[in-house]
C-alpha cells in the first residue's frame, strides 16, 4: 500500500472516529444521569436533548423541503457519499493479497511491504537507472510486482530489462519459489530538465 493511500484511510478512520466519539459524548452529556452527577447545569449554550425529542421532527423535515435546494442538495451529497465509498472498497480490493508470504521454510515468513522494498533497492541500483518503485502482490500461487523504472537519459530499455530479468527478479523468484513471479514494468525516462533540477 502507498504511503498516500495508508494516509488516506487514516484520515478517515480518524475523522469517522472523532465524529462517532463527538456525538457519543454530546448525548452523554445531556443525559440527567450526567448532570445529576456533575451537580450543576450544563453552560446556557451547550446544545440540549429534551428526553423523547428527536434531532428533526416532520414540521422541521417539511419545512427544509419548502426549500427547492434541499432535496437536491440531500440527493447530491448522498450520491457523491456512495461514490468515495465505492472508490475506497475498489482501492481496497485492488490492492488485496497476502501481507505476509510464507517461505519454502514453514517457520519463515516475509512481509510483501519488506519484499517490495527490498526488491525497489535492487531496481535502483541497476545502471542507467535513475529510480524506482515496486509494488508486490502475493496470492497463494503467484507473486505478482508493479514495477516503474525511469532511467536515465541515453540509457537503452532492453539492456536494463534484462538485468531486471536476470538479477533482480531472479532473487525474487527464489525468495518465492515455488510460486510464479509476474512483473508488470513500465519504463519512463529521466528528463534533462529534471537532471539540471537536481
Same mark, same amino acid.
Given at each position: ?59 422541521? $423535515? ?38 505476509? $508470504? ?41 507473486? @505478482? ?44 525516462? @529521466?528528463?534533462? @530538465? ?5
Amino acid at each position: 500500500m502507498s504511503s498516500s493511500r495508508k494516509a488516506a484511510n487514516r484520515t478517515l478512520l480518524l475523522l469517522t472516529g472523532a465524529a462517532l466519539l463527538a456525538g457519543g459524548v454530546w448525548l452523554l452529556s445531556t443525559s440527567s444521569w450526567v448532570a445529576d452527577r456533575v451537580g450543576r447545569p450544563l453552560p446556557s449554550w451547550w446544545p440540549t436533548v429534551e428526553p423523547g425529542s428527536v434531532l428533526l421532527d416532520r414540521a422541521g $423535515l417539511n419545512e427544509l423541503r419548502e426549500h427547492g435546494w434541499w432535496t437536491p442538495l440531500v440527493i447530491a451529497g448522498m450520491a457523491l457519499l456512495l461514490l468515495a465509498l465505492l472508490l475506497w472498497l475498489l482501492a481496497l480490493a485492488r490492492q488485496g493479497g497476502l501481507r505476509v $508470504l510464507p517461505l519454502s521454510h514453514p517457520e519463515v515468513t516475509v512481509r510483501t511491504h519488506a519484499l517490495a522494498d527490498a526488491l525497489t533497492r535492487e531496481v535502483r541500483a541497476l545502471p542507467a537507472v535513475a529510480g524506482a518503485h515496486v509494488r508486490v502482490r502475493a496470492r497463494a500461487r503467484e507473486l @505478482r510486482a508493479h514495477i516503474h523504472i525511469r532511467l536515465e537519459p541515453g540509457a537503452r530499455p532492453e539492456t536494463v530489462l534484462r538485468q531486471l530479468f536476470d538479477e533482480s527478479l531472479a532473487q525474487a523468484r527464489s525468495t518465492a519459489a515455488p510460486r510464479e513471479v509476474r512483473a508488470d514494468v513500465r519504463i519512463s525516462v @529521466r528528463s534533462h @530538465r529534471s537532471q539540471r533540477a537536481a
